[in-house]
């Protein structure tokens, strides 16, 4: 009996204990993940402008490897990368890899990784947000370690 | 030369018209909720937002995938169960200032201001009016606002067994860097 209550109370503190990670789980560093797409800024933005829906469905839940001119930097944490015309892809930076952003200045070719969020596109005459182009959104990114 | 002139102030005029548009793609949207149990904040870095200066016209989209989160649980329920960010893709909101003539674009300043529109998340489109502040700067506009929404609104249920840790009221801090928007 002795037996079963401590085994008992052993599959109940490991249950608790995985339960307790499971809670406290950081998100994952996706920058050092292995990536799922390898592309350059113009050729993922040409691939949106030739065909967004079917660009927007290959990519989704993937990491991407991304490596482009920096057009812009936002102390809050993105930098825009130039792409194909006038369309850019905007890369949100990990809240965690902030640092990286010293490293990061207009004009320079850097490797960024991160997921895939979503696009924005130009849309009806009445959609402000069509005047910017075609924008590709990453987000959770930090600098690769081919930089 | 009279007509030199006459195309010259169209020109002007036709300038100055379209220096009145600014816009980000790295706008910042945070949300804060806060429960007996829990506070919850996330934040989404890669917010696209114009502003039409002449107008008055604002508008902002938000790509909810974006929203990064301390703890992956969290992130993942949002996701998942919360907003369907799947299904529904991204907030987005369309409105205006209710007094356009109240900023004066060329002149550096703050001004208080209050946008009225309409703001579509989840698939529920609601009225939604908030205060904030334009700062006028070198010719760049810094947007600040904060307000707070209901997740019923927008048909977000909140489980009974997390009840204590998600709250139905979600603060939302908007902070933009507009830069005039050429072309």
Redesign the interface.
């Known amino acids: 009996m002795k037996r079963i209550i401590r085994l008992f109370l052993g599959l109940l503190l490991v249950t608790g204990l995985i339960l307790l990670w499971q809670y406290n789980r950081k998100p994952p560093e996706l920058s050092a993940a292995a990536p799922d797409k390898i592309t350059t800024a113009t050729a993922l933005t040409q691939n949106f402008d030739a065909d967004a829906t079917a660009a927007d469905k290959d990519l989704q839940g993937k990491i991407i490897r991304i490596t482009g001119q920096v057009q812009r930097v936002d102390t809050g944490g993105a930098v825009v990368l130039a792409g194909d015309g006038a369309s850019e892809v905007v890369v949100g930076l990990d809240t965690r890899h902030l640092s990286a952003l010293k490293q990061i200045t207009a004009g320079k070719l850097v490797v960024l990784q991160g997921k895939y969020t979503g696009y924005q596109k130009s849309g009806s005459a009445d959609d402000l947000l069509a005047a910017l182009g075609t924008t590709v959104h990453i987000s959770a990114a930090g600098l690769s370690s081919e930089n | 030369m009279k007509r030199l002139w006459v195309v010259a102030a169209v020109l002007c005029m036709y300038s100055a018209a379209a220096q009145e548009?600014f816009?980000?793609?790295?706008?910042?949207v945070r949300f804060y909720s806060k429960a007996p149990m829990e506070d919850i904040e996330a934040?989404?870095?890669?917010v696209?937002?114009?502003l039409?200066g002449s107008s008055g016209?604002?508008?902002f989209?938000v790509?909810?995938?974006?929203f990064?989160?301390?703890?992956?649980?969290m992130?993942e329920h949002f996701n998942e169960n919360y907003v369907e960010s799947e299904k529904y893709?991204?907030a987005e909101f369309?409105g205006a200032l209710t007094d356009k003539a109240a900023v004066a674009y060329g002149k550096d300043g703050t001004y208080n201001v209050v946008v009225k529109g309409r703001l579509s998340l989840h698939g529920i489109t609601r009225e939604v009016q908030a205060p904030g502040t334009l700062q006028v700067q070198g010719g760049r506009v810094t947007g600040k606002s904060n307000f707070t929404i209901l997740l019923s609104d927008y048909n977000i249920a909140i489980p009974a067994l997390v009840k204590d840790k998600l709250s139905n009221r979600i603060t939302i801090t908007i902070?933009l860097?507009l830069e005039p928007?050429k072309?």
């Open positions: 548009r816009f980000t793609k790295t706008g910042t934040v989404n870095n890669t696209t937002a114009v039409d016209a604002f508008q989209a790509q909810m995938k974006g990064q989160f301390r703890k992956a649980l992130q893709p991204r369309r902070d860097d928007l072309g």
